[in-house]
């Protein structure tokens, strides 16, 4: 059975420009998240998508925004790109709604904004 | 907010020592899980400890839910190389609607 997969892996920008990361998770998962991971720090909150909907976002700026398509696959869009955004973007798929549920997470997609 | 602090951020042992990595907090939380993540991939789950008090072995590793559920240790015993990776504490929120992130564990086991 096939993980987590993300895409692209790496992604240059540069500031200003807008990013999309792509997720899709593991076959007969309906709940995604995606987490931001500075350069060797712990995962901070992002967003939270279930059954195509937002569920919770955490503390971050309205410029990162996503959505969740009816496949429970999911696009992470970060318009007017900052410098202190380069980080590892992860994104987790669960079996069940809730945070409570084992997350599996990707990869990741590494941005890099100069 | 809920935070999640974890000591020591870099521990470096040689093969065979015993280590202790703790996950502090001033909030409950409803579950605790550890994580290891590896260079290059995402973290992949350890375990999840529910009940204060409770412990759990993973082989070698032995993971404690404190008994006011606000804190949790992971101790290794006679660590080898391929426990070498960054481990994460991660709590659930009693509303078990939000995961938190403690900032981290650097080991580093040298052969």
């Known amino acids: 059975e096939a993980g987590v997969t993300q895409s692209p892996t790496h992604l240059i920008k540069t500031r200003g420009q807008q990013a999309t990361l792509r997720c899709s998770p593991i076959?007969?998962?309906?709940?995604v998240y995606w987490y931001q991971q500075a350069l060797g720090l712990g995962l901070q909150f992002l967003l939270w998508y279930d059954e195509g909907e937002e569920r919770n976002r955490g503390n971050f700026p309205p410029r990162f925004s996503g959505r969740q398509f009816p496949n429970y696959s999911s696009e992470l869009n970060v318009n007017a790109l900052e410098l202190e955004d380069s980080a590892l973007y992860l994104c987790?798929?669960?079996?069940?709604?809730?945070?409570?549920?084992?997350?599996?997470f990707g990869p990741g997609t590494r941005l890099l904004v100069l | 907010t809920q935070l999640l602090e974890q000591s020591p951020q870099f521990l470096s042992i040689q093969e065979g020592e015993n280590l202790t990595v703790y996950c502090n907090s001033s909030?409950?939380?409803?579950?605790l899980q550890w994580y290891r993540q590896e260079p290059g991939e995402g973290p992949v789950l350890l375990v999840t400890?529910?009940?204060?008090?409770e412990v759990k072995k993973l082989k070698r590793l032995t993971f404690q839910f404190g008994d006011a559920r606000k804190d949790s240790s992971l101790h290794i015993t006679a660590a080898q190389p391929g426990d070498t990776g960054l481990y994460l504490c991660a709590g659930v929120g009693a509303a078990g609607n939000k995961l938190t992130f403690g900032g981290g564990t650097r080991v580093l086991v040298k052969p």
């Open positions: 076959s007969g998962h309906t709940s």
């Open positions: 909030s409950v939380f409803s579950s």
């Open positions: 400890v529910v009940t204060g008090g």
């Open positions: 987790a798929s669960s079996l069940v709604r809730g945070h409570q549920e084992t997350q599996y």
